[in-house]
């Protein structure tokens, strides 16, 4: 399945297919998410009405990290087989898995004032998703700190397989060590531990943003190929006969 | 109107709550059009060079390799 999808060709073939699919699930799942999110779900019985920022902030985190595992798991594939296509997935996800982690700080940012008294703490929940964005600045600077975009690419995803290092302290950074972020709520053991009046919400926008996701990247992973085409035809054009005779 | 107070003020939380939505719809907006601006540039920076060439007979182009042969 990996290697049939390796192929680039193929690849926004089946994307071209999906994506339309892609924008209406985002469209219809976002739009009604969020009637449930602001409309239809109670305030919570402690939180009251901040607990709105929920329904942004959760998704936007589960975001977060299963870009950056996603960036990983593309990063040891190109590295491992040599993927072209590997590297491409990988740049053009990293600056939607920044984006996304901007949104789960900020947005929890404000939550945190409502619910702790204080913007930030530097607690390890929120130290590490702040760790997170600075891998993402990071891996999208390597990829382009290098004049051979191989090399680029290469140092870039060998910094993701260090990185995905954090993406399980993230996870249980609420289990292992002492925080004012509160433990898993959803994806935990035993079963979420919340109403379904504020879980079908936070499902309809999680699967929202992934679609959206999905979409924006098709698109991204075409202009990378767009743009790896530009650079290969400009240097075949360098390096023609025909081009250096006419330079001399 | 004393709706639209409600809402805006909603318990008192109105000052987080709708500046958290609004960087939310904020960042979403900037990735969309970041990616259809990034793939208009590359697309129309590809068309103007391949115009440029002109119709090529016989050659691979620059993914050859990467058609349906591929792994």
Same mark, same amino acid.
């Given at each position: 399945?990996?290697?049939?999808?390796?192929?680039?060709?193929?690849?926004?073939?089946?994307?071209?297919?999906?994506?339309?699919?892609?924008?209406?699930?985002?469209?219809?799942?976002?739009?009604?998410?969020?009637?449930?999110?602001?409309?239809?779900?109670?305030?919570?019985?402690?939180?009251?009405?901040?607990?709105?920022?929920?329904?942004?902030?959760?998704?936007?985190?589960?975001?977060?990290?299963?870009?950056?595992?996603?960036?990983?798991?593309?990063?040891? /594939? +190109? !590295?491992?087989?040599?993927?072209?296509? %590997?590297?491409?997935?990988? &740049? @053009? *996800? #990293?600056? $939607?898995?920044?984006?996304?982690?901007?949104?789960?700080?900020?947005?929890?940012?404000?939550?945190?004032?409502?619910?702790?008294?204080?913007?930030?703490?530097?607690?390890?929940?929120?130290?590490?998703?702040?760790?997170?964005?600075?891998?993402?600045?990071?891996? /999208? +600077? !390597?990829?382009?700190?290098?004049?051979? %975009?191989?090399?680029?690419? &290469? @140092? *870039? #995803?060998? $910094?993701?397989?260090?990185?995905?290092?954090?993406?399980?302290?993230?996870?249980?950074?609420?289990?292992?060590?002492?925080?004012?972020?509160?433990?898993?709520?959803?994806?935990?053991?035993?079963?979420?531990?919340?109403?379904?009046?504020?879980?079908?919400?936070?499902?309809?926008?999680?699967?929202?943003?992934?679609?959206?996701?999905?979409?924006?990247?098709?698109?991204?992973?075409?202009?990378?190929?767009?743009?790896?085409?530009?650079?290969?035809?400009?240097?075949?054009?360098?390096?023609?006969?025909?081009?250096?005779?006419?330079?001399? | 109107?004393?709706?639209?107070?409600?809402?805006?003020?909603?318990?008192?939380?109105?000052?987080?709550?709708?500046?958290?939505?609004?960087?939310?719809?904020?960042?979403?907006?900037?990735?969309?059009?970041?990616?259809?601006?990034?793939?208009?540039?590359?697309?129309?920076?590809?068309?103007?060079?391949?115009?440029?060439?002109?119709?090529?007979?016989?050659?691979?182009?620059?993914?050859?390799?990467?058609?349906?042969?591929?792994?």
């Amino acid at each position: 399945m990996i290697h049939f999808l390796a192929n680039p060709a193929r690849f926004m073939r089946i994307g071209q297919a999906v994506l339309p699919w892609c924008w209406a699930v985002a469209g219809l799942c976002i739009g009604t998410g969020l009637w449930f999110a602001l409309i239809v779900s109670p305030a919570d019985y402690q939180q009251g009405e901040s607990v709105r920022i929920m329904y942004i902030h959760v998704p936007s985190a589960w975001m977060a990290l299963g870009v950056y595992t996603l960036i990983a798991v593309v990063s040891a /594939m +190109a !590295l491992v087989w040599k993927h072209p296509l %590997a590297f491409l997935i990988g &740049r @053009a *996800a #990293a600056p $939607l898995g920044a984006g996304f982690t901007v949104i789960c700080l900020i947005t929890g940012s404000l939550w945190g004032q409502t619910s702790w008294g204080t913007w930030w703490v530097w607690d390890a929940r929120l130290t590490s998703v702040l760790v997170l964005f600075f891998l993402y600045l990071g891996y /999208m +600077a !390597l990829g382009a700190a290098f004049d051979d %975009a191989d090399r680029g690419n &290469r @140092a *870039a #995803a060998l $910094l993701a397989l260090v990185g995905a290092v954090n993406v399980p302290i993230i996870k249980f950074s609420v289990d292992w060590w002492s925080t004012l972020h509160q433990p898993a709520s959803v994806l935990r053991v035993g079963g979420p531990s919340i109403h379904p009046s504020m879980l079908t919400p936070l499902l309809l926008m999680a699967v929202g943003f992934i679609a959206y996701f999905l979409a924006l990247l098709i698109l991204r992973v075409r202009a990378e190929i767009a743009q790896r085409k530009v650079q290969a035809a400009m240097m075949v054009g360098a390096t023609a006969p025909g081009m250096q005779t006419h330079e001399t | 109107m004393d709706t639209i107070k409600e809402v805006l003020i909603l318990g008192g939380y109105g000052a987080y709550v709708w500046p958290a939505f609004a960087t939310w719809a904020a960042v979403m907006g900037w990735m969309a059009v970041s990616t259809l601006r990034r793939l208009r540039i590359s697309e129309a920076t590809l068309d103007k060079l391949q115009a440029a060439r002109g119709p090529r007979r016989g050659a691979g182009g620059p993914d050859a390799g990467q058609g349906e042969a591929g792994p």
